[in-house]
């Protein structure tokens, strides 16, 4: 594998990861984290990503702070800044093959559960949105997929896109916080993340453009189905499975 046609695959996953993140304001990672680490390991793709997503999204985190419900988000953006650090825990000494099966095999959970149908009473009882909020931490942490479980219970409780998006955005903006701290005391802001940073930056950026855009004329169905395809085509692409395909 030459090192060109792994950047090359890091762009083109940046783009659609960017894309996919400005449209539904989440997924970004569950796009962006198992493809990039099938080149550069789990230790560059999630500190990569936090930089870039970090930067590249504040001219629509800081119009989703005005719109999103705190009462809503504050207890899982709580629960999740306390586990991040056990989160990067893990980063740091699991086995990357057996972390990228674990995420993906988690994420598939969460979306057969969304794809049911599933529906809660919609009644966001304060032990309940503080322990996916602690789940989502450790995720968040391991891989910067701290969406999943939280995206599953907001989309379960049928609140309408725009409101989901704008929580995601003002929720993704307090784990980053912490992510960020946790990365940088752990010794993973490295030279390579900052190369890597910049490079795949600006192809993050266009995709989160296109996919603001096209959100503004999109239905609440659309918004649903636009999420669960992104979702399961990560799962596949990511799974290290498929690794001699691509990587022979």
Not at 14 to 28: D, I, K
Not at 103 to 117: C, E, F, I, P, Y
């Amino acid at each position: 594998m030459s090192f060109d046609f792994a950047l090359g695959w890091a762009i083109a996953t940046a783009l659609v990861a960017g894309f996919t993140r400005g449209f539904s304001g989440f997924g970004g990672a569950l796009i962006f984290v198992p493809l990039v680490s099938a080149v550069f390991g789990p230790r560059v793709a999630a500190p990569t990503l936090l930089i870039i997503d970090g930067v590249m999204t504040l001219p629509y985190v800081l119009p989703a702070l005005r719109a999103c419900v705190w009462r809503q988000v504050a207890p899982f953006a709580i629960g999740a800044v306390l586990t991040v650090p056990l989160g990067v825990m893990v980063l740091d000494h699991a086995d990357p093959l057996l972390l990228r099966w674990a995420l993906a095999g988690l994420v598939a959970v969460l979306l057969t559960l969304l794809v049911s149908g599933w529906r809660h009473s919609g009644r966001h009882t304060l032990p309940t949105t503080l322990g996916i909020g602690l789940f989502a931490g450790i995720l968040g942490g391991a891989a910067q997929m701290s969406g999943p479980p939280v995206v599953a219970y907001w989309l379960g409780s049928g609140q309408n896109a725009a409101l989901v998006r704008a929580n995601l955005f003002g929720f993704f903006a307090l784990t980053t916080l912490a992510s960020g701290a946790s990365y940088a005391l752990g010794g993973m802001i490295t030279g390579e993340v900052g190369r890597l940073s910049l490079i795949l930056g600006p192809a993050y950026a266009a995709g989160l453009l296109a996919g603001a855009r096209l959100f503004r004329g999109a239905s609440d169905r659309h918004f649903r189905l636009a999420a669960y395809g992104v979702i399961a085509v990560a799962i596949i692409a990511s799974l290290p499975l498929f690794d001699p395909l691509f990587w022979r």
